[in-house]
């Protein structure tokens, strides 16, 4: 058994030695190699093509993970331009609604007083917003709340701070107003359902139609005269009953207000005239 | 068995001579077959180790395009060394077979040198072992550690799934 592994070492060994004599003697082992080489050839090919595919599906890999980071880095840096895109257009949007209130200021000829939307209630059993003006600027209740599209409401209650505007479409509010084409007289008066109704004696009314626009009467020394307050959309017909009721559209969209204008002043004009500039 | 000596010993030459390049660090390169032979002979002994050594050799010769013997021999010389060596040794710690991986190769290298002085080859020992060999052997204890811990992982999964 000794024997024979070393028996096999030696075999080896001079198995080596004579194909190394035969070729340093200018014989070669061509037939040997080459009858080798048809063995490893197929299996060199292989292992060469897999070689190649491992490579390409490696520098695929590469690829995917590179244009993954860039992606990640494209998208961090769209987010933020999203972002600054987003406050250049709020400032946009808050330029332009201040310029609109600002115009409408100028054309007033009463004194009034801008004011920022600090909050809102809009539950249901009361609509009304939080405005930042207060006892300490002089605000007085009943004081009525305006925008450049219309009458928003009146203030309903003062606090060192800021103060309670009641909005036109809460259930309590009533107004005093006039069709302005047919001279109707009625009251603007809101609803639990969020929706502004114009009521009206039905013998006057007769002539009220769709789109009619309803403005403040200027009666009862709260409103100041043509304020709008909405546009008729539909009548509801209550037969031979005295009052009919045509429902508004608001002039102004009570969802969106952020900035108002509180009319601190006295005026007997007509302002219909200082919103129609604005449409 | 004798299939699979020589599935791995053809194996082993195989990738030596075509992928292995893509292992190459700082111009040093593994010697796949060394290590297989290595593998072979402290598992089975001298005979396969000498043999294993012979036909990885052999064929890194031709697929080298060497002096066909030169690594057939030294490398079953080495087998056959290595195989004699693990019955004398605690063979199966990693801690014999990392360190015997590293002296085999240096030894192997030497040995391959001296051979090859026989015929005229001109380049100094010195420069071999400290360009070639040296890296060389440290490459294969690297990535032969690599290999026993990734072997004993495997056997240890394997184990735990045939416990339960």
Redesign the interface.
């Known amino acids: 058994m000794r024997l ?2 070393y028996a ?2 030696l075999l ?2 001079a ?6 004599t035969v ?2 003697r200018g014989g070669g ?1 061509g037939r ?2 080459d009858a ?2 048809v ?2 050839t197929p ?2 090919v292989v ?2 093509k ?2 190649r595919g491992a ?1 390409a599906l490696w520098t695929e890999y590469i690829d995917w993970k590179s244009a993954r980071r860039e992606n990640a880095g494209l998208r961090f840096e769209n987010e933020g331009l999203r972002l600054q895109s987003l406050q250049v257009q709020e400032t946009s949007q808050e330029n332009a609604r201040l310029r609109r209130l600002l115009s409408l200021r100028e054309r007033l000829p009463l004194s009034t007083l801008p004011s920022e939307v600090i909050g809102r209630e809009s539950g249901g059993w009361v609509r009304s917003v939080t405005v930042n003006r207060g006892i300490g600027d002089g605000i007085a209740t009943q004081t009525p709340v305006v925008v450049p599209d219309g009458l928003v409401g009146r203030v309903v209650r003062v606090r060192p701070g800021n103060s309670i505007v009641q909005l036109l479409n809460d259930p309590a509010s009533t107004i005093g107003a006039i069709a302005q084409r047919t001279r109707t007289v009625g009251l603007v008066e809101g609803d639990p359902s969020g929706a502004v109704r114009f009521k009206f004696m039905a013998r006057d009314g007769a002539s009220i139609g769709p789109g009619d626009l309803i403005v403040t009467s200027g009666q009862g020394n709260i409103f100041p005269k043509g304020l709008p307050v909405g546009r008729v959309t539909a009548i509801e017909d209550k037969g031979s009953a005295l009052f009919h009721f045509a429902v508004l559209a608001p002039a102004v969209d009570f969802a969106r207000l952020e900035e108002v204008l509180l009319l601190t002043g006295q005026t007997t004009k007509d302002l219909a005239a200082a919103f129609a500039v604005d449409g | 068995m004798k299939l699979s000596l020589l599935a791995m010993a053809l194996g082993g030459s195989v990738a030596q001579a075509s992928v292995v390049s893509l292992l190459t660090v700082s111009g040093a390169t593994p010697d796949l077959p060394i290590m297989l032979t290595l593998f072979w002979a402290l598992r089975r002994g001298p005979e396969a180790g000498c043999v294993a050594g012979f036909l990885a050799g052999l064929f890194q010769d031709v697929t080298g395009g060497g002096l066909v013997g030169v690594q057939a021999l030294t490398k079953a010389v080495s087998g056959f060394a290595l195989g004699l060596a693990a019955g004398r040794m605690w063979g199966e710690s990693p801690l014999v077979q990392v360190p015997a991986l590293v002296l085999v190769t240096i030894a192997e290298g030497i040995a391959r040198w001296a051979l090859l002085q026989l015929f005229h080859y001109p380049a100094p020992l010195g420069a071999l072992l400290s360009e070639v060999i040296l890296p060389q052997a440290l490459y294969n204890g690297v990535l032969g550690a690599a290999g026993l811990v990734a072997l004993t992982a495997a056997e240890a999964v394997r184990a735990r799934l045939a416990w339960r």
């Open positions: 024979r592994k096999l070492l080896v060994l198995v080596c030695l004579l194909m190394l070729q340093t082992t040997i190699t080798l080489s063995l490893t299996f060199q292992l060469v897999l070689h490579i």
